[in-house]
């Protein structure tokens, strides 16, 4: 049974809410971790989970990741997750998206929702007739459109960094790089990787995900699935498919100086972090590199600049640098760094709001 109220105060989420529409077929799922820094914000995801305890875990994981993305992305906002069971293949509608938004509007802007796996901005126009608290919308609508595009340009400045760590120059040229999962955000990290000379290596389970890479760069290889890629000559994995994708068996095994990817919630269980760091293996904790996406849709609340944006995500870099120097410091892996300095801006920014503005 997972524990919805936590086994630590770190775990604990503020309002979990089960969403169901039995016309649509909607099944959702709505955590929110933590609004210490404002209202929680983070995508919906629409996945054919295995059962509702599954749908469950990852939705609390994932918010709780948001809130300390948000938080070292020096964002006004807390954090949350939302999770949509089916396969968007074949049960997402107009009515089913609707019924969602008409729930998020029902939290009153404690929630704010954007993309994520299996949802994109054009659902979120849908999402947006029923509910104010949308963001991550096409830019046909006013919104910041494709959040990948910054989701992976942080993805990269975030592997810079741990280049500069590791070799003493963030320039990936000359770098073999395995990209595991080259779907929305993937493919434009090899994009990235290819213009700085990366030497490329990728795998996915969608084949038509792979021909759209190779179409383009016919030089980039291709290996047979991501334990083949994590035992191949690479200098830096890059996971940027569904969660847990480093354990025990694949630390074990994982032959990269370098991880750092766009996927959420990479490390299996807690403990991995330091067998990354006994072997050796500088891991750039995912909520600190793959922020860029939600520096995108945070800023559409605002009313969206790319620029803007761009330039903010930018900073993924600096930030990541930070967290190593912390790490060094005190001793520690970089993702208790990570979670160290989240945590004292939730604690200290988040306490001031005790002061009374007489309203």
């Not at 029902?106 to 979120?124: N, P, W």
């Not at 029923?130 to 910054?150: K, P, Y």
């Not at 100086?257 to 959420?264: D, F, T």
């Amino acid at each position: 049974m997972t524990d919805v109220f936590g086994a630590s105060h770190k775990d604990v989420h503020e309002q979990v809410v089960f969403c169901a529409d039995e016309q649509s077929g909607l099944r959702a799922i709505i955590a929110i971790h933590n609004t210490a820094l404002g209202p929680a914000l983070g995508g919906t995801r629409f996945y054919p989970y295995g059962s509702e305890q599954e749908a469950l875990a990852d939705v609390l994981n994932l918010a709780k990741g948001m809130a300390y993305k948000n938080a070292l992305a020096g964002l006004d906002l807390g954090g949350g997750k939302a999770v949509i069971v089916g396969d968007p293949a074949r049960d997402k509608s107009e009515a089913l998206l609707r019924a969602y938004g008409r729930f998020v509007q029902s939290l009153g802007g404690r929630y704010i929702t954007a993309c994520d796996v299996g949802t994109y901005s054009e659902d979120m126009d849908i999402v947006a007739r029923e509910c104010r608290f949308v963001t991550g919308r096409t830019v046909a609508s006013g919104g910041a459109g494709d959040s990948s595009i910054l989701t992976a340009f942080g993805v990269y400045q975030g592997m810079r960094a741990s280049a500069e760590r590791v070799y003493g120059t963030p320039s990936l040229r000359g770098r073999r790089v395995g990209v595991e999962g080259v779907g929305k955000v993937g493919h434009r990290l090899v994009e990235l990787l290819r213009e700085d000379g990366a030497e490329v290596v990728i795998c996915d389970v969608s084949p038509q995900a792979i021909e759209r890479v190779r179409l383009r760069h016919p030089e980039v290889d291709v290996v047979a699935d991501a334990r083949a890629l994590m035992t191949s000559d690479i200098d830096v994995f890059a996971p940027c498919a569904l969660g847990g994708a480093l354990d025990d068996d694949s630390v074990a095994v994982l032959r990269a100086k370098i991880v750092c990817g766009a996927a959420n919630n990479q490390l299996a269980h807690p403990g991995v972090e330091k067998q990354l760091a006994e072997r050796g293996i500088l891991y750039a904790p995912d909520y600190v590199v793959n922020s860029g996406g939600v520096i995108q849709v945070a800023d559409e609340i605002g009313g969206f600049d790319m620029e803007r944006a761009r330039s903010k995500a930018a900073q993924i870099y600096d930030t990541t640098l930070k967290i190593f120097a912390i790490a060094a410091e005190e001793g520690v892996p970089p993702a208790v760094a990570a979670d160290r300095l989240a945590e004292r801006r939730m604690s200290e920014v988040g306490r001031i709001r005790a002061i009374w503005l007489g309203h």
